[in-house]
Nanobody, 115 residues
Framework: QVQLQESGGGLVQAGGSLRLSCAASGSSSSGYTMDWHRQAPGKQRERVATVTSTGSPNYADSVKGRFTISRDNAKNTVYLQMNSLKAEDTAVYYC?????????WGQGTQVTVSS
């Protein structure tokens, strides 16, 4: 089983940057596909970025070119570098680890972008 803890959220002005971290414990996350998701008030949770166990990234169109997902397997940590932030990026950001039929979730970290 994998426990996930997000950090790095906060309040930032539009155009600014934040880097989120997702630290895994309890088991190595290296064999898992890792995702970042977000959920804004009144909206469904959406997946914004994915990095496979082999390091291949994938992004939602809404963040492509602005967000970068990466992983450091030695530190059991996944990152989401968010640049050129917009007000519409305001949401709670969650990371998840998935492999086969198992998915684990973190508690989330709030990102607020002021315009």
């Amino acid at each position: 089983q994998v426990q996930l803890q997000e950090s790095g959220g906060g309040l930032v002005q539009a155009g600014g940057s934040l880097r989120l971290s997702c630290a895994a414990s309890g088991s190595s996350s290296s064999g898992y596909t890792m995702d970042w998701h977000r959920q804004a008030p009144g909206k469904q949770r959406e997946r914004v970025a994915t990095v496979t166990s082999t390091g291949s990234p994938n992004y939602a169109d809404s963040v492509k070119g602005r967000f970068t997902i990466s992983r450091d397997n030695a530190k059991n940590t996944v990152y989401l570098q968010m640049n050129s932030l917009k007000a519409e990026d305001t949401a709670v950001y969650y990371c998840s680890a998935r492999r086969a039929w198992s998915t684990y979730w973190g508690q989330g970290t709030q990102v607020t972008v002021s315009s």
